[in-house]
């Protein structure tokens, strides 16, 4: 038996050299480093294209007897103050609005359909007495601002009601009560809601990370075993390297030009997150949103980059494998469905996991070398994991490379020869010659 | 190029092929097939497509495992041999096209750990014989076929192999590259290596082999040096002119058989045991004018028909069957 180096660090530098030197790896990673960089920009250009600016709301007072602070209560509605409980869905935290008294009606409508005002809202009395609220402006229903003044209108009137009714300062009754939330689980306490929020956002990044990951350089790897096979220069390969040596050497390469590409893209995000706070201040003034990269921390970085790494290379092996198979490059994607499926079933499950990382079978995926990638850091930032289930899952994963990498190789050496229209995984086996 | 008197071979420096066996589904590429390529030699291996030649490298080279078996050379079973000892040639053509000829050069010699200064001599000396130097810095899918095939050749050997492994070397050459990958064979073989190559061009062989085996779907028919397979055929051909009438009187003569009738002369099997120049005396008796009398061994190529029963250019039975055959993903040339 052949050691594996130096002969697959060769295969390996020739495997990413050619990679990253090709004009369709340039033009890619250039695409998503500009599309990781106008994400991470994003934010700030909503906030810059008005979709955070104060919506102006014209008001025009009708009624013959309006109540007292008409303005202030209405504004108090739409802009309700920062508060605990505020998360629970209701009026948006970041709208807010700006009241425009307006003494013609005419020119008031005229502003809405051009554009000036977002909406016109006045206000008069019903023959019963109660207020009653006319609506000029966008009318779709799933406008939150529509939602927002038809909520902020009935406060008003509430309070118009009670005023009527003799209560004093009926205001009040509209402050914040208190609302405290104790969670099931006592460690999740640790997290306000802001901080959950990122969490759960970071956890999704990292979910996406991997599954793109392993599905695009995953079949980078079987593309390349197959152009080799096609290209007939296997035969020369095989000669010269051990199965062994030319998978590793394959997987290992194509993983450094896939992190490359990551890094590259990365790289750009994290150019847009911290340039994003300075050009939202000096556009729009105040903080950016919370950001996902709020839960990275150093235990997460590390747990995220191993099993990242490991569920590449085990990813890959199979697709290298399922890439000698065929004899055309045309084949490879047929050949290599079964494995994108399990990769798909991991992701989706992973997405499934995200609002319920406590329970059990999440447990138990997280330790199962083909979907601890996704669900190991997953419940590292979702949950809590001790460190000894960390060491555990992450045993198992490496222990899972191995055995993979072995079946690999070894379907590998009888698979690069066989040339024919679809070798099964049967015929495949029994043509695998004994590892050497 | 026959036996030029050189000493009995010694078996344990040879590369010995002993009763190997593979079978690819329901196809049985190699049936007990044994035979043993002196060192310092170059051997032809002879048949038609789909004899075995492929698979027997391949097993030599321990990318294949013989189902029964065994390969030694010097001695030793090519299972505990490096890689290295081995250099090969495949029968189809391919190298990485976008990377250039220095690049890929240097990677193949890499793997068989050969520094790329070490190699980087070699590959100008071998450019330079095959009148390639111009393009060492061109992308491989920019040269002819023709030329890849020279850079192939020169990727498996630049590690100075012991053996030289050549499936089907000469075919898709012009004559001037034949020649010249010719010399090279000479020249490797006057380094002291050991060459192999399969074809079914016999005038090739004739040429450059001093030993041979002939497979036949899977089975050794013969093997040996050239002279003795020639030799064994136990006849000897005689081509002769004459310039009187008719041809009958020539079968008359016992152990005589006319094979072919060529524009100006005839062909003749002569039995053993008989004596060529019995065609000639007959011949003179009867008072015809001989300009042409020639004894000559049989050709490979007749030897070749002898034991397989048709030329080696008439496939025996075609890839794509073998390719598609059910219950085998396996193919043979």
């Given at each position: 038996m052949s050691g594996l180096f130096p002969n697959a660090w060769y295969i390996a530098r020739r495997e990413y050299l050619v990679r990253v030197r090709s004009r369709a790896f340039v033009i890619m990673t250039a695409i998503l480093a500009l599309v990781g960089l106008g994400l991470a920009l994003a934010p700030v250009g909503f906030r810059m294209l008005g979709a955070d600016r104060p919506q102006r709301l014209g008001v025009v007072i009708s009624a013959a007897d309006p109540p007292p602070r008409t303005l202030g209560l209405l504004g108090g509605g739409l802009n309700p103050p920062s508060a605990a409980g505020q998360a629970d869905g209701g009026t948006p935290r970041s709208a807010n609005y700006e009241l425009v008294p307006v003494s013609d009606p005419i020119a008031a409508r005229r502003d809405v359909q051009d554009g000036r005002l977002n909406g016109l809202l006045t206000i008069g009395r019903s023959s019963s007495g109660d207020l009653a609220f006319d609506y000029f402006g966008d009318s779709s229903p799933t406008s939150r601002s529509l939602a927002a003044v038809q909520a902020a209108s009935q406060q008003l009137a509430i309070s118009d009601r009670l005023t009527r009714a003799g209560v004093r300062d009926p205001s009040a009754i509209f402050t914040p009560v208190g609302f405290r939330v104790e969670p099931l689980d006592p460690n999740a306490g640790r997290r306000d809601t802001a901080a959950s929020v990122a969490a759960y956002l970071l956890a999704t990044v990292l979910v996406v990370l991997t599954f793109m990951a392993i599905m695009t350089y995953g079949n980078w790897v079987a593309g390349s075993v197959a152009e080799e096979k096609s290209s007939r220069v296997m035969e020369l390969l095989i000669t010269a390297a051990s199965p062994r040596q030319l998978l590793a050497g394959k997987v290992i390469g194509t993983c450094a030009a896939g992190l490359t590409q990551y890094l590259a893209i990365l790289g750009a995000a994290l150019v847009g997150v911290i340039l994003s706070g300075p050009l939202s201040r000096a556009i729009v003034g105040g903080s950016g949103a919370s950001s996902p990269f709020a839960g990275v921390t150093i235990p997460v970085l590390i747990v995220f980059g191993l099993f990242f790494l490991g569920g590449f290379v085990l990813y890959a092996a199979v697709y290298a494998a399922l890439g000698s198979m065929v004899s055309r490059q045309e084949d490879v994607q047929q050949m290599v469905g079964p494995m994108t499926l399990v990769g798909v079933v991991g992701y989706f499950a992973a997405f499934t996991a995200l609002s319920t990382p406590d329970s059990g079978w999440v447990h138990v995926l997280s330790f199962v070398p083909f979907f601890a990638p996704y669900f190991m850091p997953l419940r590292l930032v979702l949950s809590t994991v001790t460190p000894l289930e960390v060491v555990f899952s992450a045993l198992l994963l490496v222990a899972g490379i191995v055995i993979v990498h072995s079946l690999a190789a070894r379907i590998y050496s009888a698979g690069v020869l066989l040339y024919g229209q679809r070798p099964g995984i049967r015929a495949v086996w029994r043509a695998a010659r004994v590892r050497r | 190029m026959g036996g030029t008197g050189r000493e009995a071979p010694d078996h344990g420096m040879s590369l010995v092929v002993d009763h190997i066996s593979k079978r690819f589904g329901t196809i049985l590429a190699l049936d007990d097939a044994t035979f043993t390529v002196e060192p310092g030699r170059i051997f032809g291996l002879l048949g038609a497509n789909g004899a075995g030649k492929t698979t027997s490298m391949r097993i030599v080279l321990d990318i294949l495992r013989p189902d029964s078996g065994t390969v030694t050379w010097e001695g030793r079973p090519n299972t505990a041999l490096?890689?290295?000892?081995w250099g090969y040639l495949p029968e189809e053509r391919g190298l990485y096209l976008r990377m250039r000829v220095a690049e890929v050069l240097r990677f193949f010699a890499s793997l068989y750990g050969v520094s790329s200064a070490d190699a980087s001599g070699e590959v100008d000396a071998w450019l330079e014989r095959f009148r390639i130097a111009d393009y060492l810095n061109r992308k491989v899918e920019e040269l002819s076929k023709g030329n890849q095939q020279k850079i192939q050749f020169i990727a498996s050997i630049l590690h100075d192999p012991q053996v030289l492994i050549m499936d089907e070397p000469f075919s898709g050459l012009d004559p001037v590259n034949v020649q010249l990958l010719k010399e090279a064979f000479l020249a490797m073989r006057d380094r002291g290596k050991t060459l192999i190559f399969s074809t079914h061009q016999m005038e090739t062989v004739e040429e450059l082999c001093e030993s041979i085996a002939i497979l036949d779907r899977g089975r050794v028919v013969v093997s040996g040096a050239v002279r003795d397979v020639k030799r064994a055929m136990g006849r000897q051909v005689v081509r002769l002119a004459v310039d009187g009438d008719g041809t009958g009187w020539v079968e008359q003569i016992p152990g005589v058989q006319l094979t072919r009738r060529g524009e100006d002369y005839l062909e003749l099997h002569v039995a053993s045991g008989s004596d060529p120049e019995e065609v000639l005396r007959a011949a003179l008796a009867r008072g015809d004018r001989v300009t042409r009398f020639e004894i000559a061994d049989p050709s490979l190529e007749e030897i070749f028909i002898e034991h397989v029963g048709r030329r080696a250019e008439e496939p025996e039975r075609h890839l794509a069957e073998v390719a598609t055959a059910p219950d085998t993903g396996a193919q043979d040339r």
């Open positions: - | 490096p890689r290295r000892t």
